[in-house]
């Protein structure tokens, strides 16, 4: 079992940055991938980023790409989104999510999810 706590939302500026952490506990993510995904009022959750915690690989979804990148510590088992010029569009709640083996980005594959942080971005 792996619990997942999101955290560093907040309200952010137009053109500013947030860092998101998700430490997790449980167990250590070894063989595991995170995702982080958002969702806001009226709108599918939809994943932003994604990363095999043993190093294969990562995802970036379009809207996101080459803004915010996803990274993680292993000595803190944690995963972090660093989202930087950030847009009034990209206001919503934001989760982190864990499943054993790869990355998908559909949200089914998920079983481990956070309890979500909101992001706020002002014009």
């Known amino acids: 079992q792996v619990q997942l706590e999101e955290s560093g939302g907040g309200l952010a500026q137009a053109g500013g940055s947030l860092r998101l952490s998700c430490a997790a506990s449980g167990r250590t993510l070894s063989g595991y991938a995170m995702g982080w995904f958002r969702q806001s009022p009226g709108k599918e959750r939809e994943c932003l980023a994604a990363?095999?915690?043993?190093?294969?690989?990562?995802f970036y979804a379009n809207a996101v790409k080459g803004r915010f990148t996803i990274s993680r510590d292993a000595t803190k088992n944690t995963v972090y989104l660093q989202m930087d010029s950030l847009k009034p569009e990209d206001t919503a709640v934001y989760y982190c999510?864990?499943?054993?083996?790869?990355?998908?980005?559909?949200?089914?594959?998920?079983?481990?999810w956070g309890q979500g942080t909101q992001v706020t971005v002002s014009t």
């Open positions: 990363l095999d915690w043993s190093g294969g690989g990562t």
């Open positions: 999510a864990a499943r054993l083996g790869t990355w998908f980005t559909s949200k089914s594959r998920y079983p481990y």
